[in-house]
């Protein structure tokens, strides 16, 4: 959007997201993932051995992480924090927030996709997780619809 369309106010002309079942869906899955995400990266950090998740650093071999402390900050702090971030500004209608959803949903199902080619094993979170993230960035297309065909239609 260019500085002319703003100062003409073709920028109000976008519609702000609406909290109907999409958007309830997203914010709810990205509050979840940011409960879990917070959680698994706060066990992460404290003991970068993975000794908390029960999880050996032996599992970490070939990858380029010798302990799980930088994992740990990338799950809490971009899965964590962010789907909070995500979820509080769809709740207070901005226009971004669809769009973040949606990163952090893509971004959730290449984490596990990674994390399932490093470690070589799996556990039940893996495919629920997955799944929690296709769910938010299918629901925030829905979500954020109306207000990304207003940005087209003001650009």
Avoid: C
């Avoid at 879990?36 to 380029?64: K, R």
């Avoid at 799996?122 to 629901?139: E, K, N, R, Y």
């Amino acid at each position: 959007m260019t500085a002319h369309a703003l100062q003409h106010g073709r920028f109000e002309a976008i519609p702000r997201p609406q909290m109907r079942l999409a958007g309830k869906v997203a914010v709810t899955l990205l509050l979840l993932l940011g409960l879990g995400a917070l959680a698994g990266g706060i066990a992460l950090v404290v003991q970068p051995d993975g000794g908390v998740m029960h999880m050996p650093v032996s599992a970490l071999a070939g990858s380029p992480f010798a302990d799980y402390l930088v994992p740990g900050l990338i799950l809490g702090g971009l899965f964590g924090i962010g789907s909070f971030v995500a979820a509080a500004l769809g709740l207070f209608r901005w226009r971004i927030a669809p769009f973040l959803a949606f990163a952090i949903g893509a971004g959730q199902m290449i984490w596990i996709i990674v994390q399932l080619s490093i470690i070589k094993g799996i556990s039940f979170l893996h495919p629920t997780f997955f799944g929690v993230g296709l769910v938010i960035a299918v629901a925030s297309v829905f979500w954020g619809g109306a207000t990304f065909r207003g940005w087209l239609a003001n650009r």
